[in-house]
Every structure is written in structure tokens, then in C-alpha cells.
């Protein structure tokens, strides 16, 4: 049955293998963000950045890969002039530019290599450079390195920069996505350092010039750059990609379904009704994120593959599941970021002390609630007395919400009858 010693797969078993890797299952929670990014890029009515944040390993890069296909398949429809342009450079139209943001080698982000990645992925390696030269001056070669400002900050280069706006609004981007977006806020330190106001007014720049929406996709790591100014606010759309919650019933029923719809495309025999029955340890192994779900399920079929094995078994699964300590460390930055997230969510007794400032009104309006089965949001005419909830939560009582909420979900893994770690052998 073991052959650890081949190099590789054979033709067969490597398709078998690639098709899985391929296979997207479709839920819930990606259903939801694919369409709401959709929306905002086909009309960005006046947003300059999409922030689209989640847990590592929830799925967000699959999701962009499958968007960046779909419309770069479909080419958004175009103006005219800009149909002229292309059949002139004969170049396709390419409506979403995806590139992965790299971590800087040195302290801050480098802007002149991103410029760098993005022309080559636009397939404009090179750019024509035109200069006026006096020919009666005594030096005709202007020095490098004279008039630079605070862009040596993030090592920029605003000839770079306009070639590339320049080569956006050739190929028709209409979309920036940029995966791995925390790399962003790498600042550098000391007298050097940037502000994370200075990247997003920086994105708002080039949008304003090339009517290009970006979208930023990371970690919850990119909760700092929410809100930092009133414009920013304004031109910017915060989008949440979270996990499957194991104390929430439809989350629970949702993931079954998913683990149910990958299992189906494993290319190996496969107990459904045995591994099924252990879908919290599937849970558990993965805290409920769909891409860390499916890595693990590719680490287990790939093991048997190779070992020359005709079924996915409970031990092969095992052997390639993360440990305890992984997950661990994974829920509670994940829970961290749904945390913080809920405190902002809370927030609306502090904006009404702002709108009503200089009025001696001591309650403050219901909020609209959205009523079973209504198309339109229904509005209570009642008012709420403030409370003391609009207060920032001490760094104590968010370890103890953490704490809490780590609580409640052991109960319920507890007390769920098929909450058993399976055995070896099982």
C-alpha cells in the first residue's frame, strides 16, 4: 500500500488531486461578501476603498481569485474611448488587477515596488521616458536623488506612480484588489515613520486621478485603518468575512453542509456517514473557517494519493489536522477581531450625544430594525434612554469578554452529543 518512495504522482492521480484543489465550494458567508463586493465594484459611487476583512484562513483569497476570473472572463462593460485605446495597443481590457501585497524587506512598505509588480502584471514592462533638454546647459542629466520630499518615507516614485495610472486607464482597470493588505500599515519607526492616514489618503489619490476603486483584503489586522478621518470614513466600505460560529444554530448547520459538499469531491472512497458524524472534530481542527477546512482536507487526500491508498480514512485526517495549540492561537485572534468589531458595532449612543450636541435631550431615537419577512427596514418611533455602554471597554474587561466567550463555547462543544474527539481507529 506505502510507496514513500515516488517522486511524484502519477498523470492520473495528479488530475485527480488538481480537481479538488480547484473545486470552490459555494456557502453562505462567501455567497454574501461575493455579492456585496460586486455591488461596490460596479458602482463605487464615490468610495475610494473597499476594506474587506476576516479571520486567516476564512476564505477571502479564494473568493477574490474566483471574482478577479469571473469579470476579467466577462471584461466589464467599457466606454468607447477607451475601446479605441486598446484596439491601439492591442491589449484586452482587464477590469480587476489582482496583485498580493509583499512585506517590505526593509521597515516601511515600499510603494515603488508596488508600482513595479502592478506594471508588470498589466503586461507594460517597460515605459517610454521623454525629457526637454536644453542642449546650450552645461549639465543636461538632471542628479538623482534631488527634490525628494516625504516620499522617501515609503520609498515612492511619482514617475512610476504615473505610468501606472496611466497604464490602469489603458486596460480598463476598474478594480485594485490587493490581497494580504495588512502589509500596508508597515510604517517603519523613529523620525521616518509614516501614518496609516498617509497609505489611505495615497490609495484616495490615485482613485481620484484613475476612478479605480481598491480593495484591500486581510486579517482583522486591518481594523486600524477603519475610520481614521472623517473623509476617509466617507469614501471607504468596511466588509466583514467572518467563520462559522459553532454557538450559533445556522452557522453550525451551515458548516455541516460544507464539510458534506467538500467530502462529495474527494477523488478517494470516502464513509460520508462516519466522517460526518464527527463534523465537530472537523470544527474544532479548523474553528470553523471554510479555507483552513479545505487545506487540511487537500493535505489529507494528497498523503493518500501518494501512499497509493484508495480511500480517505479518520487516520490520514488526523495525521494532517492542526494541532490544538494551532487552533488555539487561530481563535483567539479570532475572536479578538470579532470583538472588537462588536464594541464598534455598539457605538451608536456616542454618535447621538454628537448629533444632538448643544440639546438637552436625554433619550435618543430607536434603532430601525429590519422586520421578518419585510423588503424595507422598519423605523420605531420609540426613544431609549442612554446608557453607559457607549463607554470604551478597559483592556481588562475585553480579556474577560474573551475569556467569556471562550467559555461558552466549550459548554456547548461539551454538551453537543457528538462533541468527542474521534480515536484512532474509530
Not at 494528497?302 to 494532517?320: K, N
Request: with cysteine; hydrophobic share 40%; charged share 25%.
Amino acid at each position: 500500500m506505502n510507496n514513500f518512495g515516488a517522486d511524484k504522482l502519477s498523470v492520473r492521480d495528479q488530475e485527480k488531486l488538481d480537481r479538488f484543489k480547484e473545486y470552490a465550494v459555494s456557502h453562505s458567508q462567501l455567497a454574501k461578501i461575493d455579492k456585496e463586493l460586486m455591488r461596490a465594484i460596479r458602482e463605487p459611487a464615490g468610495l475610494a476603498h473597499v476594506l474587506v476583512y476576516g479571520p486567516s484562513g476564512v476564505g477571502k483569497t479564494t473568493m477574490i481569485r474566483q471574482i478577479t476570473r469571473r469579470l476579467n472572463e466577462m471584461q466589464l462593460p467599457q466606454s468607447a474611448a477607451k475601446s479605441i485605446a486598446y484596439s491601439q495597443d492591442n491589449l484586452p481590457p482587464l477590469p480587476l488587477l489582482l496583485l498580493e501585497t509583499r512585506p517590505p524587506d526593509g521597515g516601511a512598505f515600499n510603494r515603488a515596488d508596488y508600482y513595479r509588480t502592478a506594471l508588470k502584471l498589466l503586461g507594460e514592462p517597460f515605459y517610454e521616458r521623454r525629457m526637454l533638454v536644453n542642449i546650450d546647459s552645461e549639465q543636461v542629466w538632471e542628479k538623482k536623488g534631488r527634490g525628494r520630499t516625504k516620499t522617501a518615507q515609503f520609498n515612492d516614485s511619482p514617475e512610476l506612480r504615473h505610468v501606472l495610472e496611466d497604464a490602469m486607464s489603458r486596460r480598463g482597470v476598474q478594480a485594485v484588489i490587493l490581497d494580504e493588505a495588512q502589509h500596508l500599515m508597515k510604517l517603519g519607526s523613529g523620525s521616518s515613520a509614516g501614518k496609516l492616514l498617509d497609505q489611505l489618503d495615497w490609495i484616495k489619490s490615485m482613485t481620484n486621478v484613475t476612478g479605480v476603486v481598491h480593495i484591500l483584503i486581510g486579517t482583522y489586522e486591518l481594523l486600524s485603518f477603519r475610520n481614521l478621518s472623517g473623509q476617509a470614513s466617507r469614501r471607504g466600505l468596511d466588509l466583514h468575512f467572518p467563520r462559522y460560529l459553532f454557538q450559533h444554530e445556522p452557522d453550525r448547520q451551515d458548516f455541516q453542509g460544507v464539510l458534506l459538499a467538500l467530502l462529495k469531491q474527494v477523488p478517494l472512497s470516502v464513509e460520508m456517514e462516519m466522517l460526518m458524524q464527527h463534523w465537530v472534530y472537523f470544527y474544532e481542527r479548523s474553528i470553523g473557517c471554510v479555507g483552513v477546512l479545505k487545506d487540511w482536507l487537500i493535505r489529507a487526500v494528497a498523503a493518500a494519493l501518494y501512499d497509493g491508498s484508495e480511500a480517505l480514512t479518520l487516520e490520514y485526517l488526523q495525521d494532517h489536522a492542526l494541532s490544538l495549540a494551532q487552533c488555539e492561537r487561530m481563535a483567539l485572534d479570532a475572536t479578538e477581531g470579532e470583538q472588537e468589531l462588536r464594541y464598534a458595532e455598539s457605538r451608536r449612543e456616542p454618535l447621538w450625544r454628537l448629533l444632538q450636541a448643544g440639546m438637552d435631550a436625554s433619550a435618543i431615537p430607536a434603532p430601525v430594525e429590519r422586520s421578518a419577512g419585510a423588503s424595507a427596514p422598519v423605523v420605531s418611533a420609540q426613544m431609549t434612554s442612554p446608557s453607559s455602554s457607549g463607554e470604551a471597554p478597559t483592556k481588562n474587561t475585553r480579556r474577560k469578554r474573551s475569556t467569556k466567550t471562550k467559555d461558552k463555547g466549550e459548554a456547548a462543544l461539551k454538551e453537543a452529543e457528538t462533541a468527542k474527539t474521534p480515536s484512532r481507529g474509530s
